[in-house]
């Protein structure tokens, strides 16, 4: 039985030659590869979350596995209904539907993710960011930044809901051109028809991925790689044409009569005329002989940087409307579907809003126009904005009361880390300094938290907790909580302040060879449930997996002794036990 990283690379080497992949679903019979799924996915939040039946996380075992790899051997494996729930749509009122498959059915799906994403990621496109490892948001802008100088028009695409509207006849037929095994999409098929329960009531999913299933993301790269080919070989290559811009005539008959005068020695006359020729573009903008297209993808959401005018940018817009429309059975949103002047107007894409920077006056050592054409990335205010809220009260910073019952620690690392959130998220972004707003705002919030808490004025806050922070830019102002912890162990330390607003550029090297896609080194939890033994009784029969949320469940109320596999998991600062079916059981009913 080969390991779980010999089989995905070889599965990776068939990708990148472009192969067809044969007898996969053979793989599905490897345990090691469950093994390496379980490690990847017991951290998730929803790990302990049911389903439409009771199974979690909680209970996982070697024996766990070798039922689901019977039943898929003798193909009578048979994907359960997910539970569906609903969550807030980001500065939204309507609400996204979310499937919870059950414990068993999350398992398998990370296997044959991990095959697929192991086949399909060297051949998806370059252009191409969303649910793909050494891949993200970050790398998707840095991509608009540094290589779309010079854009007129943003052409912003959004497909109306995309991922609950995928055909499942194309996305299986997609399947089929390159995995030549019926039994693997026989098994993608029941996935995808499995349905969902909504207040207990059976509905049938005619089409598809469902939010929230594991395997979800790599089916709908599979299926939006046809947009990007599509993109790549019918649309880039008819709209970009011509080596450089021809020169601007107007400017070079300027840049003539300067040289007129300098001869002439008229300085008066130099002077006034390179005032205009600094208002002139030294290209011709309206060369119909040159054209430039760009294109980016992340999940449903694209864009198009265009050089030309602007009825070929509707022609272009056009033109993908209608391949998604009569290919991939999808439709663009019109109202998020805009065709923006990168001049005047700003396109937004990935919470960033995304402008085209022109100032005649910014100038380099040589004398020449520094940053017209070039990409400007910027923090929306209204982000700012909506951010402040939560610590806002008739406009004026206030406390956060559902806090005061929390730590000093938890206090302050929790606002800490809400704010580096952010600041992190738009490090790309040239107007980063703006969310001094934010964290002057985030500041008087948590300090009049803690005065709440304590019943002290502000003041005294500072008193008591302000630091000098060292960082990478110099000492800075700050407020810190320590919170000591004995002989030989480092104390708890949490911090507020010491984050740079400062913009940071991020250097992104994307190529068609990626890395490995996994990791070759088996975690501390696979390797004691491969042990075999019970962590309490040093039993070796029937051995599971007992899972908890937080470490803090631990803490039991009032001064009673803590039970000994509280205590063995406190020590060794696990959420994980391995324990016997017997053990297991008693723990769960309370008798250990």
Known sequence: MQNAETVLGVIQDLGK????????????????????????????????????????????????????????????????????????????????????????????????????????????????????????????????????????????????????????????????????????????????????????????????????????????????????????????????????????????????????????????????????????????????EFRRLRYVRYADDWLLGFCGPKCEAEDIKRQIGEFLHSSLKLELSEEKTLITNARTEAAHFLGYEIVVLNNDHKHDQRGHRSINGQIGLKVPMKVIREKCKPYLCHGKPTRRTERIVNTDYSIVAQFQSEFRGIAEYYQLAFNRHRLSRLKYVMEQSLTKTLACKYRISVNQVYRRYRTILQTEQGPRNGLQVTIERGEGRKPLVAQWGGISLARRTMEVELNDSPPPIWNSQRSELLQRLLADTCELCDSNDNIEVHHIRHLKDLKGKGNREQPEWVKNMAARKRKTLIVCRKCHEDIHAGRR
């Open 17 to 288: 030659r472009g192969l067809p992949l044969k007898r996969l679903y053979r793989n599905l019979f490897n345990p090691f590869l469950y093994l390496r799924a379980y490690g990847r996915i017991y951290r998730n939040h929803g790990a302990l979350t049911p389903g439409t039946t009771p199974e979690t996380a909680d209970g996982m075992s070697l024996e766990k596995i070798q039922t689901i790899i019977k039943a898929v051997r003798y193909e009578r494996y048979r994907w359960l209904p997910v539970r569906r729930t609903y969550i807030a749509k980001k500065n939204s009122s309507k609400k996204r539907p979310l499937g919870l498959p059950s414990w068993s059915d999350k398992l398998l799906q990370e296997v044959i993710r991990s095959l697929l994403e192991a086949y399909y990621e060297p051949q998806f496109s370059p252009k191409s960011h969303g649910f793909r490892p050494g891949r993200g948001c970050h790398t998707a802008l840095d991509m608009i930044h540094s290589g779309w100088r010079g854009t007129t028009w943003f052409i912003e695409g959004d497909i109306s809901q995309c991922f609950d509207r995928l055909d499942h006849t194309f996305l299986l037929s997609t399947l089929a051109e390159k995995i030549q095994d019926q039994r693997f999409l026989r098994l993608v098929k029941g996935l995808l028809e499995a349905g969902y329960l909504e207040e207990w009531r059976y509905y049938a999913t005619l089409s598809g991925a469902p939010q929230g299933g594991v395997s979800s993301p790599i089916l709908s790269n599979i299926y939006l790689d046809k947009l990007d080919k599509f993109v790549e070989t019918q649309i880039l290559p008819k709209y970009n044409a011509g080596i450089r811009r021809t020169p601007n005539r107007e400017y070079m008959r300027v840049h003539q009569r300067i040289s007129y005068y300098e001869k002439k020695g008229n300085k008066p006359k130099v002077q006034q005329l390179r005032k205009l020729l600094q208002s002139l573009p030294s290209r011709d903008p309206k060369d119909p």
